[in-house]
């Protein structure tokens, strides 16, 4: 029972984040920019738009209001709201009996669509997983259980969130389990957290559609390629350790750094902004991308400043960086879908360079972008 009501409340918040989003979006990048961002193919969006902009020079402007708002409104209400909140949100499970304060969520929700809709680089599970997580603490406290239930809501709540707002409940529900510890499984939670996030998901799709985010892939599994997709697992090894060095060093400098905590995230949503410049492929949460890297739309692939092959070869780099100047100031967003999405770049470069040295064995770079996808999320997380 206790599943049925976290998922129904986080698939309620699924979609009041997610049209705040939308909204925040059509502020910033809309109205400032005059911009047109691609969008998933699950999300109504199309393979023959990419990125454009009526007042292309104003980037920084938006993502940096975005960083001067967000930081307001985290810092003067809820600082546990900063960064990507799963780390929070785990904090909470093990070190605060599953308690997160009632104004969490709400903060959470806005602070973060201001950030990704503003054009700050950073995904949008994460601040999910962080307003469920403090829906499922709301609920225990309200029905009055025990310190432990209340932790078992708070994780329910995670799976919940990420569940619905991906639109993979099983996944949701599996990572609520696994993320919780590093060598570990909280088993406990696997079936609670897998009927919230099949309701979560159920009420989320039911509005938004239940397409996955990036469609579908039809392609024949072809065995041959299996040398291929170890040394791309390799890449994407050595890739997320990149991305989460770059990040926490990232982190650590501005934690370091003395001025006042509300200028941090501008600070970092002005340097995201001056890579979104170089490449607006960065901006915002890039799911646009993936697809267009998956179906080889390479001429909606454009930056003012870089030639085609340098941009490629670019992207996964200024990626991590405009995602670790957004988060790692302390702006509000998640990590999880930026490493898809850096994933995703790097299969896109290497499925080129296998297909130009084989293309008779790699026909498309589709099977490359989707695998390396996961196993550069999967290195990461």
Do not use: C
């Not at 559609?209 to 050595?238: E, K, Q, S």
């Not at 934690?255 to 200028?263: D, E, H, L, T």
């Not at 890039?286 to 085609?308: D, I, K, Q």
């Not at 390396?372 to 290195?379: H, K, P, V, Y």
């Amino acid at each position: 029972m206790l599943g049925i009501v976290i998922g129904i409340v986080a698939g309620v918040s699924a979609l009041a984040f997610y049209f705040t989003l939308k909204l925040m979006e059509h502020l910033f990048l809309g109205l400032i920019v005059g911009a047109s961002v691609p969008e998933p193919v699950g999300e109504g969006g199309s393979l023959s738009s990419g990125f454009r902009a009526v007042r292309y020079w104003l980037i920084p402007v938006s993502t940096t209001l975005g960083g001067l708002l967000s930081g307001l409104i985290v810092y003067t209400w809820a600082p546990e709201a900063e960064g990507h909140g799963t780390d929070a949100a785990i904090n909470a499970y093990h070190r605060l009996q599953g308690r997160i304060r009632r104004r969490i969520p709400p903060i959470k929700l806005v602070a973060s669509a201001i950030t990704i809709g503003s054009g700050g680089s950073a995904g949008r599970e994460g601040p999910t997983a962080q307003l469920s997580a403090g829906i499922g603490s709301a609920i225990a406290d309200l029905l009055k259980l025990s310190p432990d239930d209340r932790r078992r809501a708070v994780a329910v709540g995670i799976g919940a969130g990420i569940g619905s707002i991906f639109k993979a409940p099983i996944g949701g529900a599996i990572l609520a389990a696994e993320v919780l510890y590093m060598r570990d499984i909280e088993a406990e939670v696997l079936f609670p957290a897998l009927v919230a996030s099949a309701v979560g998901y159920s009420i989320f799709g039911s509005v938004v559609g239940f397409t996955p985010i990036f469609g579908y892939y039809t392609g024949i599994f072809n065995p041959a390629r299996l040398p291929l997709y170890a040394v791309l697992g390799v890449i994407d090894g050595l890739f997320a350790v990149l991305y989460v060095k770059t990040f926490y060093a990232i982190h650590d400098a501005f934690k370091r750094w003395r001025i006042s905590n509300y200028a941090k995230p501008v600070v970092g949503g002005l340097l995201a902004g001056v890579i979104g410049l170089m490449a607006p492929e960065v901006l915002g949460t890039s799911y646009g991308w993936v697809n267009l890297a998956e179906f080889e739309r390479l001429s909606l692939f454009t930056s003012p400043m870089l030639p085609l092959i340098a941009l490629l070869v670019a992207l996964p780099f200024l990626k991590v960086l405009a995602t670790s100047f957004t988060i790692g100031s302390g702006g509000s967003g998640g990590v999880f879908a930026p490493g898809i999405v850096i994933g995703a770049l790097v299969g896109l470069d290497v499925g080129l360079l296998f297909h130009y040295l084989l293309p008779s064995l790699v026909p498309d770079v589709a099977p490359f972008v989707i695998v390396s996808m996961l196993a550069l999320f999967g290195a990461a997380a």
